[in-house]
């Protein structure tokens, strides 16, 4: 699959995330479409995963940290035909297996840990690379984390272990989009300079342009390669990116768009793949 591809899935998923939070009236768009095109390489191109046997044991795992983007998983998942197109329309409704945080006892293939509180990502990332080491086992595990993310104390403890058991199948991806639930994350709580906090922590580190397919998959493959160490994509991303009126703003973060901001964002998307 060619980037010119992943480019048009890249627009459907923005165009399920937009469509999903217009009709369930609540979640959080702007996190969900600054990792579209993270997600998008990592399923389309990276990962070893089939949707027709998302429990097979050579598979590789993937842990959604910042667990209130789910809609771009749920999008991503669509388009691999895990989830039918019809269920994204039940998104946060009562009884529906997608609700506003991954939940693995909804057994929605491809959901592997129920996430939300944010800071536990990584650790249970390094446990099931610690665990697939233990067993000589070659899958990968990749996990998406938040940049507000990072100020939580556990993803260090986290980092520290990591490093230590040399977990050189695990992936993690931050999504650095430079703002958090109510601001600029420099502002909040400094996490910078986070390349170099992760290099003293014994990690590969791997900074790129999240929104550049190439350039994305140039790192996924750069950190594949990465022997002893575990490795970190630094994502450099905008929040709300494909939907002029959400982009780089905090106010979007957790708001559904109304019946008109749902077309005209559709129609600004369908724009650009036309
Ligand atoms: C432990 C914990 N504290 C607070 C929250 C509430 N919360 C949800 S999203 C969010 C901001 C996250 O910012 P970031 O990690 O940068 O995510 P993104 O910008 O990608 O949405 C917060 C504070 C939470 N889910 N978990
Ligand atoms: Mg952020």
């Known amino acids: 699959m060619d980037n010119s591809d992943l480019k048009i899935i890249s627009a459907n998923v923005r165009k399920d995330i937009i469509k999903m939070l217009g009709i369930s009236g609540s979640g959080h768009p702007g996190g969900s479409l600054s990792c579209v095109e993270l997600l998008v390489s990592l399923y389309f191109k990276h990962m070893n995963f089939n949707p027709l046997n998302s429990v097979s044991p050579d598979r590789d ?19 691999k035909e895990c989830i039918k197109a019809d269920e994204l329309c039940t998104l946060r409704k009562a009884g529906s297996r997608l609700q506003g945080h991954p939940a693995k006892d909804k057994a929605i293939p491809g959901v592997e840990v129920s996430t939300g509180s944010l800071g536990y990502g990584l650790s249970i990332a390094v446990g099931i690379a610690a665990g697939l080491k233990c067993a000589a086992k070659s899958n990968r595990v990749y996990v998406l984390m938040g940049d507000g993310e990072q100020q939580e104390g556990s993803v260090w403890e986290a980092a520290m272990s990591a490093s230590h058991f040399k977990l050189d199948n695990l992936c993690a991806i931050i999504d650095d989009n430079g703002l958090q639930i109510d601001g600029a994350t420099k502002e909040i709580m400094n996490i910078a300079p986070i390349a170099a906090k992760y290099a003293a922590f014994g990690w590969n580190v791997i900074e790129t342009d999240g929104h550049d397919l190439a350039a994305v998959d140039r790192a996924y493959s750069l950190a594949a390669d990465c022997k002893d160490k575990p490795s970190v994509i630094i994502a450099k991303t905008v929040k709300g990116k494909g939907v002029s009126f959400m982009e780089n703003l905090a106010s979007w973060h957790g708001k559904a768009p109304s019946k008109d901001e749902v077309l005209k964002a559709i129609e600004e998307i369908d724009k650009s793949i036309a």
């Open 61 to 79: 795992y993937f842990v959604l940290s910042k667990g209130h983007v789910c809609p771009v998983l749920y999008a991503v998942l669509a388009q």
